[in-house]
Structure formats: C-alpha cells, structure tokens
C-alpha cells in the first residue's frame, strides 16, 4: 500500500524548533516535487515550500522564509521541514504533498498525493 507518511508534530513552546518528516512508502519520490502545506485553525490550506528533484526550493509564502528549510534525501524517499522560532500562528496541520515532474509547480498545481498531516502546537 502507498502511502505518504508525516511526522514530527506535537506542541512546543514559542521561540523553540521543530523538524517535520515526510516519508513516501509503497512509491518513489524520483522526479517528484514535494511541498510542505499548512491549515492553520479555521483557514485554508496553504502552501509554504516546495523542494524539487534537484533540491531546487520554491518559496509559497515569504512569512517563513528566514525560518522554515525545506531538504529531501532522496535515497531515502524522505523529505523534511525544519522549521525554527516558532511563533504561535505557526500553529496547524502540516501536510506533505507530492507532484509528478522535477521542478515545484506554482502552489496552485494538481497535487498528485497527500499525507494525512501532522498537528503543530505552538503555545506557551
């Protein structure tokens, strides 16, 4: 069975970090790109990077720039988001999607697969 793999979440306090896994089971990651989405409470999901075969970044939002990486291990069908200083409106359910093609789509794209998300708590 294939299937896309979150974990790391969990509460944490502001000002700390966090790094979330993404592993693809039962299918490869080869020419995919792979994107980190986020639903805070009561709002859209949205993107916030994406990392391409070639370790190419996308940016989706210039909020987190400066504190969130993306990073795939390839051999590994792994990719993660490392993610420091958290603030409270970090807060949310972090999905992994994955899209068939090398390079990161715009945010907008057809998304091929989904994980099922991991909870983020940021609160002191």
């Known amino acids: 069975q294939s299937q896309f793999v979150e974990s790391g979440g969990g509460l944490v306090e502001p000002g700390t970090w966090m790094r979330l896994s993404c592993v693809a089971s039962?299918?490869?990651?080869?020419?995919?790109?792979v994107a980190w989405f986020r639903q805070a409470p009561g709002k859209e999901r949205r993107g916030i990077q994406c990392?391409?075969?070639?370790?190419?970044?996308?940016y989706y939002t210039d909020h987190e720039r400066e504190r969130f990486t993306i990073s795939r291990e390839n051999f590994q069908n792994t990719v993660y988001l490392l993610m420091y200083r958290l603030q409270p409106e970090d807060t949310g359910v972090y999905y992994c999607?994955?899209?068939?093609?090398?390079?990161?789509?715009?945010?907008?794209?057809?998304?091929?697969?989904w994980g099922q998300g991991t909870q983020v708590i940021v609160s002191s």
């Open positions: 999607a994955a899209t068939a093609g090398g390079d990161c789509p715009a945010e907008s794209a057809e998304w091929d697969r």
């Open positions: 039962g299918f490869t990651l080869e020419n995919t790109a």
């Open positions: 990392v391409g075969w070639r370790h190419v970044a996308r």
